[in-house]
Every structure is written in structure tokens, then in C-alpha cells.
């Protein structure tokens, strides 16, 4: 069964420091990795994804992230942080089968807290 | 236009009511989904349609239904409600594809909060 961990419940980080936020996964193969960003009272949006190629992915905001395989890792990460880019970060993993009942699996979430 | 849209946002019921969230995406997506979210803000998937059909069921109390008219619309009839049943439930959609574009992004709406008395 695929999971995903996050092991952070909160960072802290002052502005303009780089951040990283962890995440490990666990699933059959090669995965789909994703990563989401939830402001309050609102819905998740998407960050970035990794599919296939090189091992570091850009996304929105400035963000980017790592997929490391033999560490089964994929953190998020940003030179300078702002403290707009505080919020919950969701890393979710989603298996490569053609299956319809494959589904996209999100890890317990790490708030993340910039301070000015 | 808003890309999925969940009514009502708020919802403040008493235990062993009868309420329904309803869900509509302008995407032309073909799979929609229910994901509830905990007070620990921990998301859980429920329900997952594709093109009308049923494609996931999580270990979900039978209170709960999932019912989808057409591929644009996913609604949520919950029965004889629970405390425990209290939270924000997400509405998504995606593309579902083959090979890399199986990597579908989700789309979710803003979340329709579940208080249950």
C-alpha cells in the first residue's frame, strides 16, 4: 500500500532564510509526486509534480522540490522565504498503475510560519 | 468563473439530520471526488467518481452517499448525522489519462465546514 509521511507538524522559519519542508513516501514503483498548498478556508492548490526526468522540479511561488529516490524523499524547498508563503503544504504520492481505482494519497500536512 | 464549486460553505445541522453538499467543476473533467478533512486537518479520500461510474470507496459508513448526475456534477447526501461526521469535505476533479498524463493535478473547491450539534 502507498503512503506518504510528513514528519514536521510545524516549521518555523524567518523571512528571507531558505525553507525546507520534509516528506517521505512509500509505493510499489516508481511514483507520482505531488505537492499542495491549503491558505485558510480555502481549498488546496496545486504546487508542483514530479513525473519522470530530472530530479529537481520547479513550481509556483518560487517553490521547488527534490525527489531523491534512494532516500524514497521528495522535500520541498525555497531559497527565500516571504511570510505569504505561510500556510499548511500537503505532499501527496500517487502509484504508476493503470488502474482506475489509483488514487492520490496526501500526508498529514506541515504548517509552515514565517516570521518578519 | 469558479473551476469547482461547492454549496452550501457552511453547514450547521443537528445530529441524525439529513444534509447534502452539492459540487459542480466547468473544467470538462471526467473524474470528480470527495476527500474529508479532520479537525487535525488530516485528508482523507471518500469517494471518487469517473465519468459517472464509481471508481473509489474508501471505508466509508453507508450514512454516506455519492451521487453523480453527469460528469460535471458530484453530490454528497450524508444520512442520520453524527458528531464524528463534523469537518471540512473537498470536492475535486481531474483528467484522468495514461502514462504521464495519469500524473492528473487535482482541482479542488473551497470546502463546504460540516458542524454537527
Known amino acids: 500500500a502507498q503512503s506518504v509521511a510528513q514528519p514536521e507538524d510545524q516549521v518555523n522559519v524567518a523571512e528571507g532564510n531558505p525553507l525546507t519542508v520534509k516528506c517521505t513516501y512509500s509505493?510499489?514503483?516508481?511514483?507520482?509526486l505531488f505537492w499542495y498548498v491549503q491558505y485558510p478556508n480555502r481549498g488546496l492548490q496545486f504546487l508542483l509534480k514530479?513525473?519522470?526526468?530530472?530530479?529537481l522540479v520547479k513550481g509556483s511561488y518560487g517553490f521547488e522540490a527534490e525527489f531523491n529516490k534512494s532516500q524514497t524523499s521528495f522535500h520541498l524547498k525555497k531559497p527565500s522565504a516571504l511570510v505569504s508563503d505561510s500556510a499548511l503544504y500537503f505532499c501527496?504520492?500517487?502509484?504508476?498503475?493503470?488502474?482506475?481505482?489509483?488514487?492520490?494519497?496526501f500526508g498529514s500536512g506541515t504548517r509552515l510560519s514565517i516570521r518578519p | 468563473d469558479t473551476a469547482v464549486s461547492q454549496t452550501p460553505k457552511y453547514l450547521v445541522t443537528q445530529m441524525g439530520n439529513d444534509k447534502s453538499i452539492k459540487c459542480e467543476q466547468n473544467?470538462?473533467?471526467?473524474?470528480m471526488y470527495w476527500y474529508k478533512q479532520d479537525s487535525k486537518k488530516f485528508l482523507k479520500i471518500m469517494f471518487s467518481?469517473?465519468?459517472?461510474?464509481?471508481?473509489i470507496n474508501e471505508t466509508v459508513p453507508n450514512r454516506f452517499s455519492p451521487k453523480s448526475p453527469d460528469k460535471a456534477h458530484l453530490n454528497l447526501h450524508i444520512n442520520s448525522l453524527e458528531l464524528g461526521d463534523s469537518a471540512v469535505y473537498f470536492c475535486?476533479?481531474?483528467?484522468?489519462?495514461?502514462?504521464?498524463?495519469?500524473?492528473?493535478?487535482?482541482?479542488f473547491g473551497a470546502g463546504s465546514r460540516l458542524t454537527v450539534l
Open positions: 509505493v510499489s514503483g516508481n511514483p507520482y
Open positions: 473544467l470538462g473533467h471526467d473524474t
Open positions: 467518481y469517473n465519468n459517472k461510474e464509481l471508481i
Open positions: 514530479y513525473i519522470t526526468g530530472d530530479n
Open positions: 475535486a476533479s481531474s483528467q484522468r489519462g495514461r502514462g504521464f498524463s495519469g500524473a492528473n493535478v487535482l482541482t
Open positions: 501527496a504520492v500517487r502509484d504508476r498503475t493503470y488502474s482506475s481505482a489509483s488514487k492520490i494519497i
